[in-house]
């Protein structure tokens, strides 16, 4: 059996032993070798899912869904159930995910461990403010409910833990309603980082979702340049367009990246240049939320070698400038992200001690693994966003420095008290010794 990787393929590490946890399980074997860590769909970047001693504990086995009350929209399934079946069993029923990150293939399970969060953050929260309850199975064969009334610290922990504090076993979620499958999308295109923070902040106050993508090459009076997408649920229809779900798939392994400069700077060009629908217009709620999942193995793209995914939070203050000072570098160096996503978060407080989401602007970027060349480039992103006092995401992390993490999330050492002495990952024993 090849053992289980992360989305972007770093680290490459093997487990002691990887075991399948099923419906019928009757709970972990002792003789396992320790720690443990879940895994789910592998939808996370990095080592946040790898651990290279102990036993990786895969999850997709627990897949039951165990109560859904279609009259109010509260859920109970089991951890390894994916958003997409999730969406599958609700949206025909007239709900929908109240919060939901950009591929509907991760588990439920790995969404609360990395409190996931949406296009919607400035208007609902992350993925942990609509969780009602969860159950946390213990190496010392305890049992942990916890819900977000509960005082004790075990809600908080978990939302957002890194599935350091036990096995989740089981998620309730409250769902939102909806009217149908369909968005009302409007579609907006900007000349620079400046035109972006203006649309932007009209964009938020009118729509639920909003997301840009932008060119991250673009020098000068050019710099961020993008398009805007703000959508929201459409209203009730007597008719509605008819949608098919296409598939494409990257079938083989390059031996070398397919993102290069060239590629990076015609790819830019044309998506910039591509029609935009400032009126709106009705989309299907698949291509807006999920456009990658159109594509199946779509990291192959990367090559062998594998690639980074660097995705930052600024605090509202320092945004603008250092967003700029990000774009300048990248630029500069040419070392750009076809897949880069800019978003500014809300000012609910995030419930989890860990949770990445938080009031300010969050970029996201894909860099194709050119060794020491994108390691130097990260290291300079590294100094804007410290100085800055942002911080990344663990979720989509293989080499964050400790002192970064330690100081962008100061309740580390509260949460090791969280801690199940039974499971660890790669990426917790990389931030904290």
Not at 74 to 83: D, F, I, K, Y
Not at 278 to 297: R, S
Request: proline content about 7%; overall charge positive; charged content about 20%.
């Amino acid at each position: 059996m090849t053992a289980p990787r992360s989305w972007n393929r770093l680290p490459r590490v093997v487990p002691d032993a990887v075991h399948a946890l099923t419906q019928r399980s009757a709970g972990v074997p002792d003789s396992l070798p320790r720690p443990l860590l879940a895994y789910g769909s592998g939808r996370s970047y990095g080592d946040v899912c790898l651990t290279e001693q102990g036993t990786l504990l895969l999850t997709r086995g627990l897949d039951r869904f165990i109560e859904f009350d279609p009259q109010c929209g509260v859920l109970r399934c089991e951890a390894g159930v994916t958003l997409a079946e999730i969406l599958a069993l609700v949206v025909p029923q007239g709900w929908f995910l109240p919060s939901t990150p950009g591929t509907r293939l991760a588990t439920v399970g790995g969404a609360v461990a990395n409190d996931v969060h949406g296009k919607n953050h400035h208007a609902v929260g992350s993925f942990g403010h609509h969780v009602r309850a969860l159950e946390v199975w213990r190496s010392d064969g305890s049992v942990i409910v916890c819900r977000p009334e509960d005082d004790n610290g075990w809600f908080s922990a978990t939302i957002g833990g890194l599935g350091l504090t036990g096995l989740i076993r089981w998620v309730e979620l409250q769902l939102m309603p909806i009217q149908n499958p369909w968005m009302w999308v409007e579609s907006q295109r900007f000349a620079n980082l400046d035109e972006f923070w203006t649309l932007n902040r009209r964009a938020e106050a009118r729509w639920p979702y909003t997301v840009a993508w932008i060119d991250c090459l673009a020098k000068g009076k050019a710099q961020g340049r993008g398009i805007l997408l703000a959508g929201q649920h459409a209203a009730a229809q007597a008719e509605l367009p008819a949608f098919k779900e296409g598939g494409k798939r990257i079938p083989v392994d390059p031996p070398f990246s397919l993102v290069n400069g060239l590629s990076l700077r015609a790819f830019n060009t044309l998506y910039y240049r591509q029609p935009v629908k400032p009126q709106g217009a009705l989309t299907h709620y698949v291509p807006y939320f999920y456009p990658l999942d159109a594509i199946q193995d779509w990291n192959r793209i990367y090559g062998r070698r594998g690639f980074y995914q660097y995705q930052c939070v600024i605090p509202p203050r320092e945004a603008e400038a250092a967003t700029a000072a990000l774009l300048d570098t990248i630029a500069r160096r040419g070392e750009g992200s076809f897949l880069a996503v800019l978003k500014t978060f809300g000012n609910k407080p995030s419930l989890g001690m860990l949770s990445f989401p938080r009031p300010g602007t969050t970029l996201a970027l894909d860099f194709p693994n050119r060794g020491n060349k994108t390691l130097r480039l990260l290291e300079e992103l590294d100094a804007i966003v410290r100085e800055a006092g942002g911080t990344l995401y663990p979720g989509k992390d293989a080499r964050m420095p400790a002192s970064l993490f330690q100081s962008g999330y100061p309740q580390w050492e509260a949460f090791s008290d969280y801690i199940d002495p039974g499971f660890s990952s790669r990426f917790w024993q990389r931030v904290t010794s």
